[in-house]
């Protein structure tokens, strides 16, 4: 069950833990954009990712920890032009080992709650083609699919398609500071 772990943004000081989470969470599967190695490659490269979500305004990065080790993770990207930023690019990962425990709803909720307060409307993300799993659980958090990037990736010595899918929130009224 997702009570046995404690989901926050994380701490510098952990960034060790962080580091190590990710080249693992990269590692055990082909279906991120990302290979091992090109998240980050030192303890300092962490502690610059951690200090950039928690410095930038629409940026959140949230960890799932079992006791004090990472097993999940969920980000949120603001748009950061004028134009764009009511949208937000959003992606997770979860350990092998600690899949189908709830983790992706309960990280997709607080991304979603992030939004909201953010006054972000459109959340979006891919997915690999050939990862129906995870195409199937966005579309169970109510992500739609919009269209195709065709041989978009090159993996394991094949080009793989990249589906685009998004979210629309509702708008909520920005509090003006006068009530």
């Given at each position: 069950?997702?009570?046995?772990?404690?989901i926050?943004?994380?701490?510098?000081?952990e960034?060790?833990?962080?580091?190590i989470?990710?080249?693992?969470?990269?590692?055990?599967?082909?279906?991120?954009?990302?290979?091992?190695?090109?998240?980050?490659?030192?303890v300092?490269?962490m502690?610059?990712?951690?200090?950039w979500?928690a410095?930038?305004?629409a940026?959140?990065?949230l960890?799932?920890?079992?006791?004090?080790?990472?097993?999940?993770e969920?980000?949120?990207?603001?748009?950061?032009?004028?134009?764009t930023?009511?949208?937000?690019?959003?992606?997770?990962?979860?350990?092998?080992?600690h899949?189908?425990?709830?983790?992706g709803r309960?990280?997709m909720?607080?991304?979603?709650e992030?939004?909201?307060?953010?006054?972000?409307?459109?959340l979006?993300?891919?997915v690999l083609?050939?990862?129906?799993?995870?195409r199937?659980?966005?579309h169970?958090?109510?992500?739609q699919?919009?269209?195709?990037?065709?041989?978009?990736?090159?993996?394991?010595e094949?080009?793989?398609?990249e589906?685009?899918?998004?979210?629309?929130?509702?708008v909520?009224?920005?509090?003006?500071?006068?009530?």
């Open positions: 069950m997702a009570e046995r772990y404690q926050r943004p994380p701490h510098l000081d960034a060790d833990r962080l580091l989470f990710g080249n693992r969470l990269l590692e055990e599967t082909p279906f991120y954009l990302r290979s091992p190695g090109e998240r980050a490659n030192t300092a490269e502690e610059n990712i951690i200090r979500y410095e930038t305004p940026q959140l990065m960890n799932a920890f079992h006791d004090a080790t990472p097993v999940a969920a980000v949120l990207m603001g748009g950061r032009l004028q134009r930023r009511r949208t937000a690019l959003v992606g997770i990962g979860v350990l092998k080992a899949q189908s425990a709830g983790l309960k990280l909720a607080a991304l979603e992030f939004a909201l307060r953010s006054h972000i409307h459109r979006e993300l891919t083609s050939k990862n129906p799993r995870a199937e659980f966005y169970r958090q109510g992500y699919h919009e269209g195709v990037k065709r041989d978009a990736a090159f993996i394991d094949a080009y793989v398609d589906e685009m899918m998004a979210k629309l929130l509702p909520l009224p920005e509090h003006d500071g006068t009530g």
